[in-house]
């Protein structure tokens, strides 16, 4: 089944709490000449919200599938269709990951090897000028012809979570830092 995009959708909920099972679920349909048995799990610790995890062989990392498992009511605050969108249109301008399906709480996508960017490595020499190119890539990239050119979104995005932000809560100390930022 295909959604409105396009991406395939696989009726499979990965369990955050184990997430092996949902996890091989899934690359029997994205990876189906995968052996099951042979398929190596590592999860990454860099997500603030979502959980991220790795299936790939062994001995080969390079063709890792990431699975992204939303975190809790970040619903509330992301547009899950224009993210999808938004991941279609940086692939096809070769500057994102290829999406190879959704599933009923995440994305599932390709591994883009690389290293992670800190203050140091950014402002090196060899470095900042291909993140400058990258940038300019990505912010000239157009969707196809006949596509909807999506409009700004920075304040409608920003309104959205602060219509979710709770006006009050049971413990007292994080109701008076509220009432403070607030």
Known sequence: MATSTGVPKVDITVDENNPKVGALSLIKHVRPEWKIDDVQFKVFTEGITNKIYGCHLPNDKRNM???????????????RVKEIETFQILFEAKCGAELY?????????EFMPGKILDPQLVRADNIYPLIAHKMAKMHLTKPKEGEVIPGPSLFTTLRGWLENVPRQFNDPEKNTRQCIIY
């Not at 599938?65 to 547009?79: A, P």
């Not at 399906?101 to 996508?109: A, E, H, Q, V």
């Open 101 to 109: 399906c959704i599933f009923n709480n995440g994305l599932c996508y």
């Open 65 to 79: 599938v990431l699975l992204r498992v939303y975190g809790e009511k970040t619903e509330l605050i992301i547009d």
